[in-house]
């Protein structure tokens, strides 16, 4: 039988909140996570806030290729320099567009080790805007005390603080 799926994501670097079965939400330790979720699918949300998602041009058929290609696709639209970056390409393209997340490898290694201290090894981390419903020509967005996650496409979403809410809006609206 398969594990079944448990969604969690930090709220401090030893705090977490996970999804129980029945939709509930549970806050506690690391550990306690991994004490009561022995045995699950382990699924790491990645603030939003934290990472980028991008669609770059296919770099070219050859799939081979795409790892090498993508970081410099993609290195006039990142901050950092490229080599402090985690560069997660999606499983296929989509159209002519490949899907790609962008993580610091010091945030993204950050969380795995945490994790690793707590006795927990996540299947895959996941980022919180992919999370939201999607349907072709709609946004989505979840509104939290103090900040707000927005999907805008398929593999396209952000994080931000509500007080600036509106203006990403506006300006994602324009780009759109």
């Known amino acids: 039988m398969p594990a079944f799926p448990a969604?969690?994501?930090?709220?401090?670097?030893?705090?977490?909140?996970?999804?129980?079965?029945?939709?509930?939400?549970?806050?506690?330790?690391?550990?306690?996570?991994?004490h009561h979720h022995a045995g699950a699918r382990l699924l790491l949300?990645?603030?939003?806030?934290?990472?980028a998602l991008h669609r770059v041009p296919l770099p070219s058929r050859k799939r081979s290729t795409w790892a090498r290609a993508v970081?410099?696709?993609?290195?006039d639209q990142v901050a950092d320099d490229i080599e402090t970056l985690h560069f997660a390409l999606g499983v296929a393209p989509d159209g002519d567009?490949?899907?790609?997340?962008?993580?610091?490898?010091?945030?993204?290694?950050?969380?795995?080790?945490?994790?690793t201290q707590a006795g927990l090894t996540p299947a895959a981390v996941i980022p919180?805007?992919?999370l939201l419903p999607w349907q072709?020509?709609?946004w989505s967005v979840?509104?939290?005390?103090?900040?707000?996650?927005?999907?805008i496409g398929r593999w396209e979403g952000f994080a931000a603080e509500r007080d600036v809410l509106e203006?990403?809006?506006?300006?994602?609206l324009a780009e759109a």
């Open 136 to 138: 072709e020509g709609d």
């Open 71 to 75: 970081p410099y696709a993609l290195e």
């Open 45 to 51: 949300i990645a603030p939003g806030e934290r990472l």
């Open 167 to 172: 203006l990403v809006l506006e300006q994602a």
């Open 97 to 115: 567009r490949l899907p790609v997340a962008v993580v610091a490898h010091d945030t993204l290694r950050g969380w795995l080790e945490a994790c």
């Open 7 to 34: 969604f969690f994501r930090f709220h401090t670097p030893d705090q977490a909140e996970w999804l129980l079965a029945d939709g509930t939400v549970q806050h506690g330790t690391l550990t306690e996570l991994a």
């Open 142 to 151: 979840l509104l939290e005390d103090l900040r707000a996650v927005v999907r």
């Open 128 to 130: 919180e805007p992919l």
